[in-house]
C-alpha cells in the first residue's frame, strides 16, 4: 500500500528550542518533534510539513500568531534565501544561550559525562565582519527571485557572483552586500563582476561546463593584509590579464594576487598549481607576535579575533609550566602548537595533510621556534606505540579533530598512552560527546568551555579539560 506522502499542517505551534543545525523546534500534537527552518524560539506559528519521519517532522512555518521576543531584524537584505546567517534574525545573546546548551545538551546526552558547571560561552566582540576567508562562485544563469520568475519580462542579465542556493548546486545567488568579511571585501567582489560584464568575460556554466570566470577567494589578516584568487576555467591568457591587471590598479592595497586554471569537474584548488600574478604567494596573519604564513592551500581558523580566545583557552586548560612534552594531534598548519610551545619542554605535532605540515616548518622556522617538530602522516596510523617510543610519554595532549571527530584507534590509543591531561578543542560537540563517552572510565572531565566562532550560525567551539583519574 502506498504511503500517504501529503503534507500535514499543524496549526498554534509554540516554538520551544533551536536545535542541531540550526532549526528551530516545536511539538507535533502527537508529540512528534518538528525541526522549522524559519522559526525562533517563543514564536507561536502554523506549520506545514515538508517531510515526515517515524520520530519527527521538518517543515517551515507559513503563518505567524506570535512574535518571539528574541527576535531581532536581520541587517542583510539576502536574509532567508542565502543558506548562511541562518540565526540573524535571533539576538546574539539568545543565539550564545542557546550554542552553551546545545554543547552541554551533547556532553549529557550522547556522552552520558558528569562534569562541572560549564563556563559561560566567550561570545564573539564582532558579530559582523569577522570572517578571514569568503569563497564566492560565478554563474552565468543566477538564481532568480520569484518576483522575477512571475513577471512577464525578459531577464538578460543572469551573471551571478555570490554564494550556491542550498540544495541546488548549479544556482549562485548573486550577492549585493555580504556581512561576514570587512572591506574591501564587498568593493572587490563588485568591481570583480562589474568588470567581468562590461568588457564580456563569460561567467563559468556548470552544467555546461564552460565559461572563463569560476570563483573568486578573498582573504583578510588582522595584520591588514589582502589575498585575491580568481579560478578561470578557461585558459584565456589576454582576457585573464586583463580582469588581473584591473584589480592591480584599482585596489593597491591587495597584498597577494593570484590565479589558478581549473578546467577539471570540480572547483576545488588543492590539486592545481596556483600563480602569483603581483605581491607574494601569501599573507601573513598575527598572534601574540607569532607570525602565520597563509597561502591560498592553508587552513587557518576563519575568525583570527575567536581563534587567539580558543588558543587562550587552550593553553589555560592545558596549565603548562615548561617542563612538558606536549602532543598536538591534528595540528593543521602548527597554530596550537607554536601558541603553546614557550610554555612547554616540546612540542611534536602531527597532521595528515602534507602542505598544512611544510607550512608549520616554514612558521616555526620563521617564528624562530626551536622547540617544536612536525610529521605527517594518518593519525590512526602514525600515532602509535613506535611514536610514542621515538618521541617520548607526553605529559599534555592536545586534540583538535574534524568535525567527524577522532577514530575509535586515535581514542584507544590516547587511552593507552595515558598522559595526566588531554585537553580537546572540537567544532563538533557532538562528535567529541561521542568520544569522550569512550574515555570517560579513565578520564575525568575538569572543566568545559564553549567558545563561539561563527556569530549568526549555530556552529560552535568548545574546548574539555580531562583530567586521568586516580
Known sequence: MRKNRRRKTFENVTVIDAGAKGKSVGKAPDGRVIFLSNAVPGDVVDVMTTKKRKAYFEGVATKFHTLSDKRTEPVCQHFGTCGGCKWQHMGYEHQLYFK??????????????????????????????????MEFSFSDSRWLTQK?????????????????????????????????????????????????NKNGLSFFNPRKQEGLLRTLMIRTSSTGEIMVLIQFFEDHKEQRELLLNHLKDTFPEITSLLYVVNSKANDTIYDQEIICFAGRDHIFEEMEGLQFKINAKSFYQTNSAQAYELYKVTRDFAGLTGNELVYDLYTGTGTIAQFVAKDAKKVVGV????????????????????????????????????????????????????????????????LQVGPPKIVYVSCNSATQARDLALMKEQYQVVKVQPVDMFPQTHHVENVVLLEKRV
Request: glycine share 4%.
Open 100 to 133: 552553551q546548551k546545545e554543547v552541554e545538551n551533547n556532553l549529557k546526552r550522547i556522552g552520558n559525562l558528569e562534569f562541572p558547571t560549564t563556563q559561560p560561552i566567550l561570545g564573539s566582540k564582532e558579530q559582523y565582519f569577522y570572517r578571514n576567508k
Open 148 to 196: 522575477e520568475i512571475d513577471s512577464d519580462k525578459d531577464i538578460e542579465d543572469r551573471n551571478a557572483l555570490g554564494f550556491h542556493i542550498p540544495g541546488m548546486w548549479d544556482k549562485i545567488l548573486d550577492i549585493k552586500k555580504c556581512h561576514l568579511q570587512e572591506d574591501p571585501s564587498n568593493a572587490i567582489r563588485l568591481e570583480t563582476k562589474e568588470f567581468a
Open 351 to 414: 597532521e595528515s595533510v602534507p602542505e598544512a605540515i611544510a607550512d608549520a616548518k616554514a612558521n616555526a622556522v620563521h617564528n624562530q621556534i626551536s622547540n617544536v617538530e612536525f610529521f605527517v602522516g594518518d593519525m590512526k596510523n602514525v600515532f602509535n606505540d613506535d611514536f610514542i617510543k621515538a618521541h617520548g610519554q607526553p605529559d599534555v595532549i592536545i586534540t583538535d579533530p574534524p568535525r567527524d571527530g577522532m577514530h575509535k584507534q586515535v581514542v584507544e590509543q590516547l
